[in-house]
């Protein structure tokens, strides 16, 4: 599955720059960004995946773990929108990607301890996603354990699969956070 999806993306990717020589947007560099100042404590919505002095938050070792969990969740969801809705394609679609999302975010965050464990780990926090990204990438993106963070981080919050590229294309693009 993610062979095909790399196919996809190269495809994609070919095809933006032979039209027209439009060109894919670029990331730059983790040095070449403004990192976010994030949130001295747990008090953010987003409880970052690394603490104050740079290790792993006690909860991503955890939520290494989940990633498995909210597969399966995802899967079930969308198994069970689409029995829900059968005769509407689209919707149906949506709400098993929704309750597929909601079911791994419960599974991943029991796999990763509970909700308070996030915060009993977590020293710092942030109140977006986009800058709990942008700060992960600046600030962490040569570390070791960066793609575990980044998984962990994804299994708890499912929305910043789709944000994290986003917000690091937006930073590179002088959007501040």
């Not at 970052?48 to 990633?67: I, K």
């Not at 689409?82 to 599974?107: D, S, T």
């Not at 570390?143 to 929305?159: G, N, Q, R, T």
Request: glycine share 10%; proline share 4%; hydrophobic share 45%.
């Amino acid at each position: 599955m993610n062979k095909i999806k790399l196919l996809f993306v190269a495809a994609a990717a070919l095809m933006l720059s032979a039209c027209g020589g439009v060109m894919a947007p670029q990331i730059a560099a983790p040095n070449q960004l403004m990192s976010p100042t994030p949130i001295e404590g747990n008090t953010g919505e987003y409880m970052s995946p690394y603490t104050s002095d740079g290790v792993l938050a006690e909860w991503v070792n955890n939520a290494v773990n989940a990633e498995m969990g909210a597969t399966v969740g995802g899967m079930a969801g969308a198994y069970a929108g689409q029995k829900l809705a059968e005769n509407i394609p689209f919707i149906g679609g949506f709400l098993g990607q929704e309750l597929g999302n909601a079911v791994g975010r419960e599974v991943a965050l029991e796999m990763a301890g509970g909700e308070e464990a996030l915060r009993d780990t977590s020293d710092i926090s942030f109140n977006s996603l986009e800058e709990m990204s942008v700060w992960m990438y600046v600030n962490h993106s040569s570390h070791e354990h960066y793609a575990d963070a980044l998984e962990s981080a994804m299994s708890v919050y499912p929305e910043l699969r789709q944000i994290y590229y986003v917000a690091l294309q937006n930073a590179s693009a002088g959007y501040g956070y």
